[in-house]
């Protein structure tokens, strides 16, 4: 299994887009806007009706809650069932969005993610530059909640698919499966399948006041229990309604199924949407047997893991006997600095995004002299210094003149170092975009390796500034 790079281009939307409707949960009137994001951003949502706009970025770490959806919490700030506009725009293959909220709750819509989805198709699908990485699963992955008996697991395919197998033990909706083979089918097969509930859990819902924005044309609700007056009234007054029946086929009236397995397809969009929050697509099956938004999650939570240690361990894979993209002549053609302290020997990989240089380590570097005598280690400042070399070299080759420009730090963060670094090791960096390069401002990622290990991470960010 690894990270790896496609030849598919990342996408986005081509303007901004409204819909208006009512949380399902808050029973507020809600204002929803997809916005167009920069390429490797992702998926954020935004709470325009709070101080500073604060964005909460779909990332399974942030979850916190499962029991009436997923609902994410950043910095004290929360929004809650975000699933179904997730699974709106992985289902059309966007990879990267900004969701503005002025309220907690996206609009629950009709139960489904058609009208985010009509939506987005309005706004238009972009292109962008940059190329989408997945991660390949070559071993099957799998979590268990043994509480509930629910399992999920992911093995290896050649597209993201998914298959959700539904068995709530009640007569009335039976065991179901639904399989979606490739993503595209997604608008067509999917996504207008609407949430659903049991009469009892209803009934506990309306009790609590938690259930304030539901009506019969947003949920199917599956009749599990007999249908008493007072429960009766308690619905007509909830939803309403004047009259309210129960039909042959065990729901409640108004609504009519769009499909026998409208469930388990509403359980598949919810996968989707939850498994959106791994921030990395994934090239495998995915199996749920019994799924809810707490086994989703923390399976999103494990792979997401599993990636992030992947794509920090992956050490890149480079033939020494090939000539370098860059020897160390051209090296100073670009960079300004100079023995001792230049920290590169050369460039293998270079590209729009990403960067992967080397530096040979020996016992006549200057600062073996005081750090420290009788035991020489490389100073993990001059570790990340050289990994910064590395990543000027990838923002000044968007410049028709580099040798005119000087290279500045701006900020480094999350620097952490894994192993000490000795005459005689041979470093290989690695340094690729956060966000794309806008007035010669880069915000990379960049890793060091030796001897097969990582042995170093930060992210910096950096400017370039014109001398001449």
Known sequence: MGIISTDIKQKTIQKEVSLKGVGLHTGKDVTLTFKPAPENAGFAFKRIDLEGSPVIEADANYVTNTQRGTCLEKNGVTIQTCEHVLAALVGLDIDNAIIELNDTEPPIMDGSAKFFVEALEKAGIETQEACREEYEVTDVISYTDEESGSEILVMPAKEYQVTTMVDFGTKVLGTQNATLNHMSDFKTNISDSRTFSFLHELESLLENGLIKGGDLNNAIVYVDKELSPSTMEKLKVAFKKDSIAVKPNGILDNLTLHYPNEAARHKLLDVIGDLALIGTRIRGKVIANKPGHFVNTQFAKKMSKLIKNERRNNVPKIDL?????????????????????????????????????????????????????????????????????????????????????????????????????????????KCSLISPIRRGICHMQGYAYTNGKLCAEAELMAQITKVK
Do not use: C, W
């Open 321 to 429: 006997n090939q000539p370098p993209v860059m020897d160390v002549n051209q090296i100073m053609d670009m960079l300004p600095h100079r023995q001792p302290f230049l920290l590169l020997d050369k460039v293998f990989e270079l590209s729009d995004n990403h960067v992967i240089g080397l530096k040979n380590v020996t016992m006549n570097e200057e600062f073996f002299k005081g750090h420290f005598p009788g035991a020489p280690v490389m100073p993990g400042v001059l570790i990340v210094e050289a990994m910064a070399q590395t990543g000027g070299i990838l923002v000044l080759s968007t410049v028709p003149d580099p040798e005119n420009y000087l290279t500045f730090f701006m900020k480094m963060d999350n620097v952490k170092f894994k192993q000490k670094v000795v005459p005689g090791d041979t470093l290989i960096f």
